[in-house]
């Protein structure tokens, strides 16, 4: 798996910037920032509620790159945006590409992970589902804080995707894992 997950939410996570980004760039309101998060959640339940679409593909672990991918560079195009629409839409593609990303990676560990590991690497997948986006967010604010909101989002986005572009070149097994692949090499070893 590596750290793909680590890669698109330390380094772009992008939440704590929200108050910032509002307050800089569009009217600063309560309803503004409350856009931020409703469109982040608006991609998420439409990528959930179309999870088969993802959950169907044979390469799970391609899937969740191009979708770390999708999550980081949006974030880039909304930190540049001085249009509300604009931000707004990147928001939601990125809410959609973290839901199929994290669906993805648990079908990847479900299915790559031998019996007696599964709990404990679903245990180590939930640390970081948890642990890496309040890094992140802490990460975001610290950098918000020298060089603005906007810019702070864009480089966490340019710099998560660097960092999952080296994973891709080194982590080939998680890119090139196919489901069905991985089910005949199971039954041949029984």
């Not at 939440?15 to 800089?24: I, K």
């Not at 991918?69 to 945006?81: E, R």
């Not at 997948?125 to 603005?148: D, W, Y």
């Amino acid at each position: 798996m590596r750290d793909t997950p680590l890669g698109a939410t330390v380094l772009a996570m992008p939440f704590a910037l929200f108050p910032a980004l509002s307050h800089d760039r569009f009217d600063g309101g309560a309803q503004t920032l409350a856009w931020f998060t409703t469109a982040v959640a608006v991609g998420g339940v439409t990528a959930s509620a179309l999870s088969g679409v993802i959950t169907h593909r044979s390469r799970p672990g391609l899937v969740m790159v191009t979708c770390s991918m999708t999550w980081a560079a949006t974030l880039v195009v909304a930190g540049a945006s001085h249009l509300l629409l604009i931000t707004l839409g990147m928001l939601a593609i990125a809410g959609a590409a973290d839901t199929w990303s994290v669906t993805s990676r648990t079908t990847l560990v479900q299915s790559a992970t031998p019996d007696r590991f599964r709990g404990r690497l679903s245990a180590l997948e939930q640390v970081v589902g948890i642990g890496g986006p309040n890094l992140g967010n802490f990460r975001a604010g610290a950098v918000g804080s020298v060089i603005g909101a906007g810019p702070a989002m864009s480089l966490g986005g340019l710099t998560s995707i660097l960092a999952i572009a080296g994973i891709l070149t080194t982590g080939r097994e998680m890119r090139d894992y196919t489901l069905s692949a991985h089910r005949i090499s199971e039954q041949s070893a029984s």
